[in-house]
């Protein structure tokens, strides 16, 4: 086993970087304080192919591995966490489902222009009365007489890019007889055609420039050529696409942690008190410590979840278990760094003047979208267990 990146990897972590750097963290926080959508910079990050890591460059994508995907969303998210979060919701949740389940002319109309960046996607899942228990749907989607197309009535909650997507892949269940998650099925669905509405702009804690929404249909007609995958097949297609949705906030997690521990050990260096920098005491040393051994050990089971979601998807296998373990550990190193090292700065890591609050409202989001905290542990212990 070794640790090393390929020449590969760290250019595009070097170039994920540069672009982060200098074109989204001097803007992070005027977008987090308007709550504005930034929409130039997501348009160029899809100029250097981060829009469409893994996807494969006949469908508009950069056709890179899993764990370069990972850097990117880390080095990103350092920068701006809402910047992250778009970037890892083109790539995943609704990349990942089209890439996997598309069939050919699916991908080259509707993942080409999203991988690419010419357009945004989005994924709707989640409803006002059921997020984790996805089975408790309501969403439905009614096959025609003639068998050309669906009509789809549904209400969708908390839709990350929801007031920008251009496509959007949506769940309804097509056959509402049918006991727990059977019944559900997949769709493509068109914002600009007549039937899709978006609700208000949700006003979040954290990750503001990050546009979420409700969305609902009315009686919208969905072609049967924009089923994804078969009918029934639906809930399969979710809990696929949020496996590897989860080693995308894990990747984000991290990133929001690094950014504060950077900015808590250079104030550590800093900050005199009593005569001496406060890195010097061994209170805020013993901060520093354990901040730097949870972000190597989530470090490492991020790049474990990334690596072997390549595998997984090549092979047919499940990642369940290696990205449920990575989001719950750096999703909650997350809060905790961002924690500490807000503590370490004291009355300026209150002010909106330091980026330390940011990263705080910020890092919370990751321990609930994509899974909460207790949804993953019960996704490891049932594993483990072998018992539900």
């Not at 990349?95 to 002319?105: H, R, S």
């Not at 969403?139 to 251009?166: E, F, M, Q």
């Not at 909106?352 to 949804?375: C, F, H, V």
Request: proline share 3%; aromatic share 8%.
């Amino acid at each position: 086993m070794h640790f090393e990146l390929t020449e590969e990897q760290q250019m595009i972590r070097d170039a994920a970087r540069e672009f982060a750097q200098k074109e989204i963290a001097p803007v992070a926080a005027r977008f987090d304080e308007s709550g504005e959508f930034p929409t130039e910079t997501i348009r160029q990050a899809g100029e250097l192919g981060f829009m469409g890591v893994e996807i494969p460059e006949a469908y508009g994508g950069a056709g890179l591995d899993s764990l370069s995907f990972a850097l990117v969303i880390e080095e990103i998210s350092a920068a701006c966490a809402a910047h992250g979060v778009i970037v890892s919701v083109n790539n995943t949740l609704f990349g990942v489902p089209l890439l996997d389940f598309g069939t050919e002319e699916q991908k080259k109309t509707y993942l080409a222009p999203v991988a690419s960046g010419a357009v945004n996607g989005a994924y709707a899942l989640t409803e006002p009365q059921s997020g984790s228990d996805a089975a408790a749907m309501r969403s439905r989607a009614v096959l025609s007489d003639d068998g050309s197309h669906y009509v789809i009535n549904a209400k969708k909650a908390w839709i990350t890019s929801g007031p920008v997507a251009r496509y959007i892949v949506l769940f309804a269940k097509t056959d509402p007889d049918a006991k727990g998650s059977r019944g559900i099925s997949a769709f493509i669905v068109d914002t600009e055609e007549p039937g899709f509405e978006r609700g208000k702009t949700e006003p979040k804690l954290g990750i503001r420039a990050s546009a979420t929404c409700e969305i609902e249909l009315t009686d919208y007609r969905c072609p049967v050529e924009r089923r994804l995958g078969e009918e029934g097949e639906g809930f399969r297609i979710a809990m696929q696409v949020l496996d590897a949705g989860r080693v995308g906030i894990a990747a984000q997690a991290l990133g929001i942690a690094q950014a504060a521990y950077d900015a808590a050990l250079a104030w550590s260096r800093e900050r005199h008190a009593f005569g001496a920098p406060i890195g010097t005491f061994q209170t805020i040393q013993n901060k520093i410590a354990d901040m730097k051994m949870r972000i190597d050990a989530a470090r490492l089971l991020t790049y474990r979840a990334a690596w072997s979601k390549g595998i997984a998807r090549r092979s047919g296998a499940k990642n369940t278990v290696n990205g449920s373990v990575a989001k719950l550990f750096a999703s909650e190193t997350a809060t905790y760094v961002a924690n500490e090292a807000l503590q370490i700065h004291g009355g300026m890591g209150y002010s909106k003047e330091m980026p330390l609050e940011r990263y705080y409202r910020d890092a919370k989001i990751t321990e609930i979208y994509e899974g909460t905290s207790e949804i993953q542990r019960m996704v490891i212990g049932r594993h483990e267990t072998g018992l539900r």
